[in-house]
């Protein structure tokens, strides 16, 4: 499970590109590609390195006008539905 103090990157095995202000991201294993918007594409942009969960949800805060709670249910959301198709490390 993932937690605010989970330390979050993205696998080693997939291959992205920014398209604009989306990603896309391609699972060379299984020949499975994921869009994101721009938000979710901001935050795959800042998961390139390590980042804490807490980190993320700060610096989304900072950057977008959105409660707190939104947010976290938000981040929550996709890094579980990334960490499912094995596009994201999760440590912690």
């Not at 991201?25 to 795959?44: E, F, Q, R, T």
Request: charged share 25%; aromatic share 6%; glycine share 6%.
């Amino acid at each position: 499970m993932i937690s605010s103090s989970s330390r979050i990157t993205v696998a080693k095995r997939q291959v992205s590109s920014n398209l604009g202000d989306e990603a896309v991201i391609l699972d060379p294993k299984s020949g499975a590609y994921y869009g994101l918007n721009d938000v979710g594409a901001y935050i795959w942009n800042l998961i390139q390195q390590p980042k804490l969960v807490n980190e993320i949800r700060e610096t989304i805060l900072k950057e977008y006008e959105v409660n707190p709670e939104e947010c976290d249910r938000d981040l929550m959301e996709l890094l579980e539905q990334l960490k499912a198709q094995g596009l994201i490390e999760v440590k912690g």
